[in-house]
């Protein structure tokens, strides 16, 4: 599914308009007749239930004001309030609020805090709550009369819709500004936003129903609008095929770099994802010392032992061991529980410049990297690098809560500035390429909030990179199963707290198998 940011669908409404000739009262009448038919969907017969209306500005003004048409002509009984004078309505919203005033539908103007009174009466009575007070252009914090009708809208114990938007979300990063509305549905107009699914705006536009206003499918494409969502029937047609005389040499052999003392669950783990999404086989390399860990906990890897690390560190005497090791694999994974000693710095940072093989790093590999940013920058072969919030941070200097607060786009000018794809792990993982592609991910829950999850996630990754995925599309189908993975374990489980990583390894494969056959099926 394609996702829009608020000045792209400014583009495609004018093209539609100017290039196609489709007049904006034609938009916004398709814009508010399709609102009303997902509201018959949705809540069956509307006839006699009352309906408050709050009307804004502007053109989201203008679809609130179709809406109480379409459903007087329902039955319904829709009440309008208007946070500014009617006189002051421009444009198509003008022509709408007009024809409102020809019909029995009442009207009432909301100027100042004591002009609620009659708002809180009817709303009181109402079924249904339409928000159209503001649509994806507010960039400015909510303010005065706006919070205020707001605030009343979010007190409401009956069904919210938001039209296009919930008023005060911020449609491009998902952030509030200010008092945002709390909506349990929205019916979102053309094409879906962003922040529709980044969080927290995820949790505030409830269930998510797109309308189809008229904009010409040419128009859309030719708008190369490189911001997508993640569904199992793109992701799935990217699954490697397995054909019945394939054998283990066909699925790619891949190599792990993890583990320390005290660390070795973060490599096994790693391991297991790897092996649960398909790669023929997977060889665990580690300091001599760790091998029998690893050769008892997961017997189906095999092992590289490094000879020469009593404390169990990897360092740069390793490099050339490593460099020999990689002769016959596909793909590398760095990081998981590896530590970030200084003997073992100078090795992850010598591989990420040298190694001319698609790599993922992950964990301290990634807190390494942040201490020497200028080596991350047009590395000599694939890199995807999977941090956290936290490590996102520290890789590019700014605090968690504006990495939180902007995740798509410190994603995209990452992954385009330094040549690398960069997925940024949590709530609506983002996953960015540096030639523009961005892609968000939907799947996930809370229950995952536990450590080793990311491990899995290095492992599923790369293991796909060895099964000779293209990097982007590895990406973006390791993010989704891994998800996947976990939202099945909540269903089953009926909890979304309290299973392990080690769980949603093992659940990797049915999540596969269900994205395929929701792709082919």
Request: glycine share 12%.
């Amino acid at each position: 599914m394609k996702l829009v940011t608020a000045e792209q669908m400014r583009g495609l409404d004018a093209k539609a308009i100017n290039d196609y000739g489709i007049p904006g009262i034609v938009l916004m009448e398709n814009a508010g007749r399709g609102t009303v038919e997902i509201m018959a969907r949705k809540f069956g017969d509307l006839a006699g239930k009352m309906v408050s209306i709050f009307v804004g500005p502007g053109n989201n003004g203008g679809d609130g004001l179709v809406i109480a048409r379409h459903l007087h002509q329902l039955g319904s009984v829709p009440i309008v309030f208007t946070l500014l004078n009617p006189q002051k309505f421009q444009g198509d919203a003008a022509t709408n609020f007009a024809i409102i005033q020809q019909l029995p539908v009442p009207v009432h103007t909301i100027l100042q805090s004591a002009d609620f009174r009659v708002a809180d009466e009817h709303l009181a009575e109402s079924s249904i709550v339409v928000d159209a007070l503001f649509g994806t252009g507010l960039k400015r914090e909510v303010s005065g009369l706006f919070a205020e009708a707001i605030e009343r809208i979010n007190r409401f114990e009956g069904t919210v819709l938001a039209v296009d938007i919930p008023s005060g979300l911020d449609s491009d990063s998902g952030q509030p500004l200010g008092v945002c509305v709390d909506a349990d549905m929205t019916a979102t107009f053309g094409l879906a936003k962003p922040g529709q699914f980044t969080y927290p705006g995820a949790g505030l536009t409830g269930i998510l129903k797109v309308v189809d206003i008229g904009i010409p499918p040419d128009a859309i494409y030719a708008a190369e609008i490189r911001l997508e969502l993640l569904e199992s029937e793109i992701v799935g047609q990217w699954l490697p095929a397995r054909k019945p005389a394939d054998h283990k040499g066909t699925y790619g052999h891949l190599l792990v770099i993890a583990g320390s003392p005290g660390k070795t669950g973060a490599a096994l783990l790693c391991g297991q994802g790897g092996l649960r999404s398909g790669a023929g086989l997977v060889s665990l390399c580690a300091p001599d010392v760790l091998s029998p860990i690893f050769e008892t906990a997961l017997p189906e890897a095999m092992t590289i032992p490094l000879q020469g690390s009593d404390d169990g560190l990897f360092s740069i005497d390793h490099y050339e061991a490593i460099v020999t090791a990689m002769s016959n694999k596909e793909a590398l994974v760095i990081g998981p529980g590896l530590g970030t000693a200084s003997c073992t710095a100078e090795l992850v940072v010598k591989l990420y410049r040298e190694a001319a093989m698609p790599m993922v790093i992950d964990a301290d590999a990634l807190n390494i990297l942040a201490a020497h940013p200028s080596e991350i920058k047009d590395p000599p072969a694939v890199r995807i690098l999977t941090p956290h919030p936290g490590e996102m941070a520290r890789l590019t200097g700014q605090s968690t809560g504006i990495i939180q607060r902007n995740r798509l786009q410190v994603s995209e000018a990452f992954a385009r500035e330094n040549n690398v794809i960069l997925l940024l792990k949590g709530a609506g993982t983002v996953i960015a390429a540096p030639d523009g592609w961005t892609a968000v991910n939907p799947t996930g829950n809370p229950g995952m909030a536990t450590g080793g999850m990311g491990d899995v996630l290095a492992g599923l990754i790369a293991s796909l990179l060895a099964q000779d995925v293209p990097p982007w599309q590895a990406s973006c189908l390791g993010a989704y199963a891994h998800g996947l993975a976990g939202d099945r374990l909540a269903h089953d489980l009926d909890i979304e707290l309290g299973f392990t990583a080690s769980e949603v390894a093992v659940e990797i494969p049915l999540a596969l198998q269900e994205i395929h056959e929701q792709a082919f099926d």
